[in-house]
């Protein structure tokens, strides 16, 4: 196909790495994609991706008000909105310099009357964006179905109530897979955003689970049969919308996962702000997943914690980027995963130049983290701190019950010749402290 010419973003500069000492908006302070940080260029280190549906096609709407984005191509609709998107995905993503994308189907592509007229419309345009990926260095990090938006999956799709829903979004999950492979996608994402209940009263728990348990191997099989091979992620959320989510969080998925004999096929995909709402800190899910060896990708984003729902907001907390890279870093990195922003910008921020302004804010706050939390590991300053508390299972009785070799007659025998049981103050002041030290000479790391 002939690319087009149009430019979306004409004022807006390619993105470039400028130093902290820069005042141009348009310039990375902290992000430089060639500079090397833990044996690695931070570009391979951080993963970033840019997130098609908040980026391009949603326009700012909340609960109590229309949108308010302003978008070159919101005087198109249908088909020609989708293709403008697609023209207008690929020059943001090369002028941020973001080495992937995500996306839901419908975020691409319009729904159409039927479900083959919607694969139609997603035909057309996975074709457009394959072409286009040809002549640019960005990848698809993953892509995932929508089975949430529509009221055909009211009571869920993997878990509904009604069989044809079900059929109906495995038709979407068998599409999905396809597109994936097509366009070379690292990772398939299932987010269960109506996988859950509203109810235990009309609801038959078991066969839900049961039932969302066989999607998923059915899912397993078929990229099998195609010869797709993606990392699968689940992306744990605890509500909104759902009353109760079946996917509340990392442990209650994981618990889930081996149940049903899935452990081995599957990583998460672990969302900030999701943390949030199931009442857990960003790095405690990364942490959980990490020492499960599940820990696949990350939405990287941040909810405001005087609002009980998912604002989805770009990720500028310096302390939360840096304790989520401590997590990525001792994990090895992320594989196949990235670091996706799957982050909005404010509903008062709806110029097209504010997409590039959020991006770069939260591409320089995950570069901080990185900095800071290699230097950290470098240093040994957890695990010196952790070390030292935990000392006393490192010889004598502790040592035998981590290696399993005492019961409880030696332990109570041990018990009653103790005397007065001396602890360690934690120190948790002094080390938050000393965190702050970090982050302050971040310019000199």
């Keep these: 196909m002939t690319k087009t010419t149009t430019t979306y973003f004409k004022d807006v500069p390619t993105i470039q790495y400028e130093g902290a000492a820069s005042t141009n908006p348009y310039a990375f302070k902290y992000y430089n994609p060639d500079e090397v940080v833990g044996g690695k260029t931070m570009a391979e280190q951080l993963r970033f991706s ?41 020059e943001f993503i090369d002028k941020v310099q973001a080495p992937f994308f995500c996306f839901h189907d419908i975020d691409i592509a319009p729904e159409g009357s039927t479900l083959a007229e919607t694969n139609k419309n997603l035909d057309v345009i996975v074709a457009m964006i394959k072409d286009y990926m040809q002549t640019s260095n960005v990848k698809l990090l993953w892509n995932t179905a929508n089975m949430f938006t529509h009221p055909r999956f ?129 790095e405690h899910e990364l942490r959980t997943a990490r020492i499960q060896g599940m820990l696949g990708s990350v939405d990287a984003n941040q909810g405001d914690p005087l609002l009980g729902w998912d604002t989805d907001e770009f990720p500028t907390d310096l302390y939360s980027a840096t304790l989520a890279m401590y997590e990525i870093l001792k994990n090895g990195g992320l594989g ?74 030696e332990l109570e025998k041990h018990a009653l010749g103790l005397g007065e049981i001396d602890h360690a103050s934690g120190q948790v002041e002094k080390i938050k402290a000393q965190l702050n030290n970090y982050l302050l000479r971040v310019n000199q790391l």
């Design 154 to 282: 009211v009571s869920g799709a993997g878990t509904s109530s009604n069989a044809n829903v079900y059929a109906y979004a495995a038709a979407k999950v068998k599409k999905g897979l396809e597109v994936g492979k097509e366009l070379g996608a690292e990772n398939y994402v299932f987010w269960g955003g109506r996988e859950g209940y509203e109810s235990l009263l009309n609801t038959d728990l078991k066969l839900e689970l049961d039932n969302l348990a066989r999607f998923y191997h059915m899912a397993i099989a078929y990229s099998k049969e195609i010869n797709f091979n993606p990392q699968f992620l689940i992306e744990p959320k605890p509500k909104e919308p759902s009353t109760h989510q079946y996917d509340f969080d990392v442990a209650t998925a994981t618990a889930f996962l081996h149940q049903y004999d899935l452990q081995d096929h599957f990583k998460f995909n672990i969302e900030a702000n999701h943390a949030t709402l199931a009442g857990h800190t960003f």
């Design 50 to 90: 840019v997130a098609y549906w908040h980026t391009l096609t949603q326009d700012g709407a909340d609960p109590f008000g229309a949108g308010t984005a302003k978008r070159p191509w919101d005087h198109l609709s249908g088909m020609d909105q989708a293709k403008a998107r697609v023209e207008a995905a690929f």
């Design 336 to 409: 196949k995963g990235g670091l996706n922003f799957d982050a909005k910008v404010r509903r008062g921020s709806f110029d097209p130049e504010d997409l590039f302004h959020s991006h770069i804010a939260g591409m320089d706050s995950f570069a901080i983290g990185l900095k800071v939390a290699n230097k950290m590991i470098e240093d040994n300053f957890f695990e010196s701190i952790v070390g030292k508390r935990y000392e006393t299972f490192q010889e004598g009785i502790g040592k035998k019950i981590v290696e399993g070799k005492t019961d409880f007659h």
